[in-house]
């Protein structure tokens, strides 16, 4: 009964919002040139929509932010009215992941509703596409319809978006990742490796390997990963000297650890040699200064692949995971690999020791998945975005 009641308030403050849109909507008019960045898990600017937010510095246009650190915080009153009225008033809605507030709000006529989303590439399914995995995934995201515009990283992948979001294909567009073309300027790769050393001085000496798998769960609330596949003493052992190990967990775990929902290592007693740095808003720039990276079924292996170092795919669930009743894979995993893979601990330490590049498999995958991302993605996007 008790779980019924918070239903329903819940769904009353959602039609209360959207009825709050529909009178904005009467009142003011649609403003040609208003940009609305809305976000339900980030509090600062980053990723695609700081490339495109910088971009359009010293245009015409007026650019609006509507972020909340995470999905499970209430805005405030004050704040959802603010909300309501950026929404109703932007000509443009840029969103990097799923939004609830989309799901309940009447687009207007002639308004663009674009996903950016927060990942290149297509890897583990999503959105529609997960209804054919035979998994448990509930209500599917009812906003993803509403999109008008979105982009992709490679011409071969627009196909999976057009899918997870039951969108027409024409809709989806290969212009490739805007926050991609730092990659392509040193001067960029060069600030990140010193400001990173400035507040880190105790890691210029040594060699990083960047631990980032995704989570384990349905949905992200449930986050969760299984911390009994890591033989930290193992790891500990054979690569203290020359190593520190930095672990940033998905954001949806690392929020279920901040609120004690899941339990997370203890690094205590490592002197040092296990970093979390999860709180690390950036992830882009851990991938430039690690020399190694620890990865599973995680989007970073996209972008990854621009750096040209050693990755490591540590799939213990492998079968599981990608299998019927698991989360499934849009292409045969085989396909995502070009570096070492391993499904335990001893042939985890193995595969770091060998350090293997293997670029026949790399220049395969990023004809797949990254061909659009040339360092000029930046501007195709944003021209797409507001020209169409």
């Known amino acids: 009964m008790k779980r019924l009641i918070v239903r329903i308030r819940r769904k009353l403050r959602f039609y209360i919002f959207k009825l709050v849109c529909l009178v904005i909507e009467c009142t003011h008019p649609l403003d040609e040139e208003k940009i609305c960045f809305l976000s339900d898990n980030r509090e600062v600017m980053g990723g695609n929509f700081k490339s495109i937010y910088d971009y359009l510095e010293g245009s015409s246009y ?44 009447p687009v207007r006529k002639h308004q663009d509703v674009v996903q950016l989303w927060h990942g290149p590439g297509a890897y583990k399914r999503f959105g529609y596409s997960r209804k054919k995995t035979g998994e448990k995934i509930g209500t599917i995201h009812k906003g993803y319809k509403k999109y008008t515009k979105v982009i992709t990283s490679g011409e071969k992948i627009r196909w999976c978006y057009a899918e997870a979001f039951g969108l027409p294909l024409d809709k989806v567009k290969a212009t490739g990742f805007p926050r991609t073309d730092d990659f392509y300027h040193q001067d960029y790769l060069d600030h990140v490796k010193e400001t990173f050393y400035q507040h880190y001085p105790e890691l210029k000496d040594k060699k990083i390997i960047l631990f980032a798998p995704t989570y384990r769960g ?3 609330r449930d986050a969760t990963y299984d911390f009994s596949k890591l033989d930290l003493d193992a790891l500990y052992e054979k690569f203290h000297k020359d190593y520190v190990i930095i672990f940033k967990w998905h954001p949806a775990l690392y929020n279920n650890i901040v609120i004690n929902k899941v339990k997370a290592p203890d690094f205590e007693k490592y002197n040092g040699f296990y970093r979390d740095f999860s709180f690390y808003r950036d992830i882009q720039e851990l991938l430039v200064v690690c020399d190694t990276l620890v990865t599973d079924y995680s989007s970073l292996i996209f972008d990854y692949v621009l750096l040209n170092k050693p990755i490591v795919y540590y799939t213990y669930d492998l079968e599981d995971y990608t299998g019927y009743n698991g989360r499934g894979l849009y ?40 061909n659009a991302c040339d360092g000029q993605a930046t501007q195709r996007a944003a021209q797409y975005i507001l020209r169409g």
Request: hydrophobic share 40%; proline share 3%.
């Open 331 to 370: 292409f045969p995993f085989e396909t995502y690999v070009y570096g070492e893979v391993a499904h335990n601990m001893p042939e985890l330490i193995t595969a770091l020791q060998k350090g293997n590049l293997e670029n026949q498999k790399r220049e395969v995958f990023f004809e797949t998945f990254m």
């Open 62 to 105: 007026k650019r609006v932010i509507e972020f909340k650190r995470d999905r499970r915080v209430r805005r405030t009153y004050k704040e959802k009215l603010s909300l309501a009225y950026n929404l109703s008033t932007s000509r443009y809605i840029l969103l990097e992941d799923l939004s609830t507030a989309i799901t309940y709000f």
């Open 218 to 220: 349905v949905v992200p």
